[in-house]
C-alpha cells in the first residue's frame, strides 16, 4: 500500500483506521476539496452482509493506483441495517462515474427474480449502462449482471468451488490483463457458475482467463463498458 495518490473517503469512515494500519494512503474530503485535480469517481455497490469487511478489502485494492480515487458506497433501498456512510440508488442517480463496482452477495443458490432487492438491483444495473463509463461485477454480481444484460443463466455446482485456481489468459495482447502472467491465479469461492457455451453464442463478450477446473474466470464485453469476475 501507499503507492502513488490517496484514495479520498469520508473523514470517519470505519475502514479508514484500517486501511492507514497498513500505511495506506487516505487523504480526508477536506485535504482532497485542496488539490487540483479530477479524481476518479466510483461508486461501489455493497450487498456483501458484512459491509465493512468488503468495503476495506476493495478499498484496500482501489489504493494500488497513481490516480486520486473519489469513492461513493451504495447500498439497496431495501437492507434494514442503513450506514451512516452509505448512501442509496435515489442519492446518486443522477450522478455520473467513471467506474462502478457491484459486489457479490450470499445468494447464489436463489433464482435472481426472488432476491429481495432483484427489482431495484437491475434498475441500477440499467442505470450503469447510461451513467458509468465501466462496471466491474463480482462474483455473484457478476452472475446477475450476466444473466440480467445477456440472459445467461446460472448453474447451481451442488459442490462448493473453493480455493485458488490456475486461469489461462486467452489474449495475451488485451490491455485489461496487461501485466497478468500466461497461467494467473484466481480464489473462487461460489456455488454457482456460468456455462462458458453460452458465452460464446454472444458476440458482445468475450472470456479473458479461463481455467480447467473454474471455467471462465474473467468475462469483458468488447468495450469494456462491462466487466464480470466470477
Known amino acids: 500500500g501507499g503507492v502513488g495518490l490517496p484514495i479520498k473517503i469520508a473523514d470517519s469512515l470505519p475502514a479508514r483506521a484500517v486501511l492507514e494500519s497498513e500505511n495506506i494512503f487516505v487523504m480526508t474530503e477536506h485535504r482532497a476539496a485542496t488539490q487540483d485535480i479530477r479524481p476518479l469517481r466510483i461508486g461501489l455497490l455493497n450487498l456483501m452482509p458484512l459491509k465493512i469487511i468488503t468495503e476495506t478489502q476493495i478499498l484496500r485494492c482501489l489504493s494500488n493506483t497513481p490516480i486520486q480515487i473519489e469513492v461513493d458506497l451504495i447500498q439497496t433501498e431495501t437492507e434494514d441495517h442503513l450506514l451512516t456512510f452509505y448512501k442509496t440508488f435515489d ?11 457491484i459486489t457479490g452477495a450470499p445468494v447464489e443458490t436463489m433464482p435472481f427474480e426472488e432476491v429481495e432487492y432483484w427489482k431495484e438491483l437491475t434498475e441500477i444495473m440499467d442505470w450503469t449502462k447510461t451513467h458509468v463509463h465501466s462496471t466491474l461485477h463480482i462474483c455473484w454480481g457478476a452472475q446477475a449482471g450476466l444473466f440480467h444484460h445477456y440472459g445467461i443463466p446460472k448453474y ?3 459442490k462448493k468451488l473453493f480455493g485458488v485456481f490456475p486461469q489461462y489468459l486467452q489474449d495475451e495482447y488485451c490491455f485489461l490483463t496487461n501485466g497478468f502472467d500466461e497461467i494467473c491465479l484466481q480464489p473462487h469461492s461460489r456455488l454457482a457458475g456460468i456455462n462458458e457455451g453460452d458465452i460464446a453464442h454472444n458476440p458482445e463478450l468475450q472470456v479473458l482467463t479461463w481455467g480447467p477446473k473454474s471455467g471462465p474466470g474473467l468475462i469483458a464485453t468488447r468495450d469494456f463498458s462491462e466487466v464480470f469476475a466470477l
Open 91 to 101: 442519492d446518486i442517480c443522477d450522478q455520473k462515474y467513471d467506474g462502478f463496482i
Open 156 to 158: 447451481n455446482l451442488g
